[in-house]
């Protein structure tokens, strides 16, 4: 079972276009983290958010924690076809801060 | 420093035969995590290591998985006998105890059960 939904599930766009990637849940998780994966490689960690309401910004890329620690956003400014993978979010348990829950990730695809 | 090495990086074997995955976790990471990652379930933590002991194997399917740990640098999973279902991505990952929420992940082995 999927504790943590991710949309849109496919999102192609044109270089320089913003784009917001939304990670949902109905279960409070201990800390949110965003990865990044490309094809044949492991997921690449982007950023782990703890506390609700949290905003991190990593150059172009802004994650947002939801109040309630079970949601958050990943928004990207001006697009590039760098930025072109699988987004993915993950959740950290509340009893077990070591066991991360994946969501089924978004495909985002720039086009130059 | 190498990073996670898995090894092999493709597996193609008929249904009913034993598979064996292996992975070098990263030198001083005192965590080590197995996951599977397919198109329908997305990516599923199966089991991970602390100290070489394994400390959480709710996520493995069924006894015909097994994982083991016998030293700091080495783990296996071992899948036997494997049926066409397992087809899927196996990621190996490590972690500091310093900073546990930090997973790296190595590069996967792709395996396909015909």
């Known amino acids: 079972t999927q504790l943590l939904e991710q949309s849109p599930q496919f999102l192609s766009i044109q270089e320089g276009e913003n784009l917001t990637v939304y990670c949902n849940s109905s279960s409070v998780f201990s800390s949110l983290q965003w990865y990044r994966q490309e094809p044949g490689e492991g997921p690449v960690l982007l950023v782990t958010v703890v506390t609700g309401g949290e905003v991190k910004k990593l150059k172009r890329l802004t994650f947002q924690f939801g109040d309630a620690r079970k949601d958050s956003s990943l928004h990207i400014t001006a697009a590039q076809p760098g930025d072109t993978g699988l987004y993915l979010c993950?959740?950290?348990?509340?009893?077990?801060?070591?066991?991360?829950?994946f969501g089924s990730g978004t495909k985002l695809n720039v086009k130059p | 420093d190498a990073g996670v090495i898995q090894s092999p990086r493709h597996e193609v074997t008929e249904m009913g035969q034993e598979v064996t995955l292996r992975c070098k976790p990263i030198?001083?990471?005192?965590?080590l995590f197995w996951y599977r990652q397919t198109m329908m379930r997305g990516l599923e933590l199966l089991i991970y290591?602390?100290?070489?002991?394994?400390?959480?194997d709710s996520g493995m399917p069924e006894d015909r998985f097994s994982a083991k740990m016998p030293n700091a640098s080495f783990s296996t999973l071992k899948i036997q006998p494997s049926e066409p279902r397992d087809s899927a991505v196996y990621f190996c990952a490590s972690s500091p105890v310093v900073k546990t929420d930090t997973q790296y992940f190595g590069p996967g082995t792709r395996l396909t059960v015909l």
């Open positions: 030198s001083g990471h005192d965590y």
């Open positions: 290591f602390n100290n070489n002991v394994p400390i959480d």
């Open positions: 993950a959740g950290a348990s509340t009893d077990n801060f070591n066991k991360f829950y």
